[in-house]
């Protein structure tokens, strides 16, 4: 019989299970981005019925999620049993300008969750965990999946909203900016509209460059920029000031980090710059959106997040110097290097 001094449930066994219950959350809030919940209640609160009839599901199955969303603070409930959308829930709107509805659905992907279901078997036999689970690397599984790739490509935009910070930790007053792999060119876009004697070359491969012209086509018509074919694990087109890496080497293991840092190195001149925008994670403060984001690579990539140590040796062995690293919003960090 246990004591009346001694608590049933301790606070460590609380918290393990607040985290445990992590998934459940993400299915939930995927659950209320799939029914357009907060694009419902954008014009106002109204009652679970209404909500309801205009989602398509039944009232009473709703109530219990609507329950959720609110202890988890994405929306809230008035005197007259209304529901209204929190400031994080207002998140989830389509127009929101913030919005990071395609984000939940990335997140919400079964090939993420089929991806890590085989953590544990992979592990035991030394495979990494995506390909074990789809017989194909994420960048063939997605090449070959219009739908997939898609979805992809609208979350990881959401994702990088964080580059909105980049020219106010950076001054790229006057300077040509290379952007090595740079997708859509969202980075590029906050950087020329930012500051306005900047110029910028935008580097992707083929098949993805038409969407960074569509882009930037108002700074291409500005003679601010062009957009061209490559790829960085070939020979890089010489030539900028500064050459940005932005959420690329975490998706690659460190002989091939080394590649496409050697390659931007060969393409750059002796004192210019390198800026890498990464998560960097800490042995000795690890936080759990860097870590998370680690096991994240290591389930779906053969890359990883790395420490600024890990940093400092593989731009040496490529012909940098580590110079400096700042922080960004949503743990990610700028890590500034020059070329030796």
């Not at 460059?209 to 890089?236: H, K, N, P, T, W």
């Not at 890498?276 to 779906?300: G, N, Q, Y």
Request: a negative charge.
């Amino acid at each position: 019989m246990t004591s009346i001094d001694e608590p049933n449930v301790t606070a460590g066994q609380s918290e393990l299970l607040r985290l445990l219950i992590g998934g459940w959350v993400s299915s939930s809030i995927g659950a209320a981005v799939d029914l357009g919940i907060a694009d419902l209640l954008r014009a106002g609160p109204m009652d679970v019925d209404a909500i309801a009839a205009a989602a398509g599901v039944a009232p009473e199955s709703l109530t219990r999620l609507l329950r959720m969303l609110r202890a988890l603070g994405i929306i809230t409930r008035d005197d007259a049993d209304r529901y209204a959308l929190s400031e994080v829930g207002a998140l989830l709107r389509a127009d929101h300008p913030q919005s990071m509805r395609n984000l939940v659905r990335l997140y919400q992907e079964q090939y993420f969750a089929d991806a890590w279901n085989e953590l544990v078997p992979a592990l035991r036999v030394g495979e990494q965990p995506f390909t074990k689970a789809h017989g194909e690397s994420v960048f063939d599984y997605l090449g070959s999946r219009p739908d997939a790739l898609a979805v992809y490509g609208s979350g990881i935009a959401v994702g990088s909203m964080f580059v909105a910070d980049l020219p106010t930790v950076y001054d790229f007053s006057g300077k040509c900016v290379v952007d090595v792999g740079g997708g859509d060119g969202t980075l590029l876009d906050v950087i020329l509209s930012a500051v306005p004697d900047a110029t910028g070359r935008l580097i992707e491969r083929p098949a993805a460059v038409a969407a960074a012209a569509d882009r930037l086509r108002g700074f291409i018509a500005q003679q601010r920029c062009e957009v061209l074919a490559g790829d960085f694990f070939d020979v890089l087109p010489a030539g900028g000031d500064v050459a940005v890496l932005c959420r690329i080497l975490h998706n690659w293991d460190d002989d091939r980090a080394r590649t496409i840092l050697a390659n931007c190195r060969a393409a750059m001149r002796p004192g210019s710059t390198l800026l890498i925008v990464e998560r960097v994670v800490s042995d000795l403060r690890p936080t759990p959106v860097a870590t998370a984001f680690d096991m994240h690579m290591f389930v779906m990539t053969s890359g990883r997040e790395r420490t600024d140590e890990e940093y400092r040796t593989l731009l040496a062995a490529s012909g940098f110097e580590l110079v400096s690293i700042k922080g960004l919003p949503l743990e990610m960090s700028l890590v500034e290097a020059h070329a030796r």
